[in-house]
Each structure stands twice: as structure tokens, then as C-alpha cells.
């Protein structure tokens, strides 16, 4: 059973950077996509991006694309968030995930790590 573990939430003020790791452990991405969702305090979680572990295919929320970008390193099992120009309407807890690829209405993320939490404030 695959487990995803992220880390590299934090504190950061608006404007500032993050980046945010998910590594697997106890099976892999191969032949799957990764993903990033986040869920603030009452609201429903969202998708932010994604990422196909075999080609590096990517795809992104339309209201992020420009300011987070998604990558991987094969060889560490590891998957990136990077956040830029962050707002303090991006605290969030950020989550990853293991799907059956790339856009999630159409395929399952049914593995998720237990979530980093980032919050953008002064």
C-alpha cells in the first residue's frame, strides 16, 4: 500500500514563496499521475495540478496556472509543488495524491497524504 507523505508547509507572508514535497513510500507514481489539492477552513477541496509521472505531462487549475508549477524527480519518488506570488487566499491545507491520471473529473485520486498546511499572512 502506497503512502504519500508532503512536507515543506509553512508561515509565509503574501508575495513570498513555497515549495511544497510529496514523497512515496511503499510503492511509486510509475504509470500513475501525482496530484496537489488543497482545502481551506469550509470550503471544499480543490484541485490545484498534476503531473504524469511517466512523460511529465502536466496540467493545471486554470486560476493557478502561472504562479505554481508542478515537477518530479523520478530516481527520489518525489513530486514539487513550487508556489509563487503567494495571497493569504492560498492557506490552505495542501494535499497529494496518486491517480489514474492527469484531470480529476475524469480519472480517481483515491491515495492522499495527510496534508502540509499553508498559511499566507502578514
Known amino acids: 500500500q502506497v503512502q504519500l507523505v508532503e512536507s515543506g508547509g509553512g508561515l509565509v507572508q503574501p508575495g513570498g514563496s513555497l515549495r511544497l514535497s510529496c514523497t512515496a513510500s511503499?510503492?511509486?507514481?510509475?504509470?500513475?499521475?501525482m496530484g496537489w489539492f488543497r482545502q481551506a477552513p469550509r470550503k471544499e477541496r480543490q484541485f490545484v495540478a498534476s503531473?504524469?509521472?511517466?512523460?511529465?505531462?502536466?496540467y493545471y487549475a486554470d486560476d493557478l496556472k502561472g504562479r505554481f508549477t508542478i515537477s518530479k524527480n523520478n530516481a527520489e519518488n518525489t513530486g514539487y509543488l513550487q508556489m509563487s506570488t503567494l495571497k493569504p487566499e492560498d492557506t490552505a491545507t495542501y494535499y497529494c495524491?496518486?491517480?489514474?491520471?492527469?484531470?480529476?473529473?475524469?480519472?480517481?485520486?483515491?491515495?492522499y497524504g495527510q496534508g502540509t498546511q499553508v498559511t499566507v499572512s502578514s
Open positions: 511503499g510503492g511509486t507514481f510509475d504509470a500513475w499521475a
Open positions: 503531473i504524469a509521472w511517466n512523460d511529465g505531462t502536466t
Open positions: 495524491a496518486r491517480g489514474a491520471g492527469l484531470i480529476p473529473t475524469l480519472f480517481e485520486y483515491d491515495t
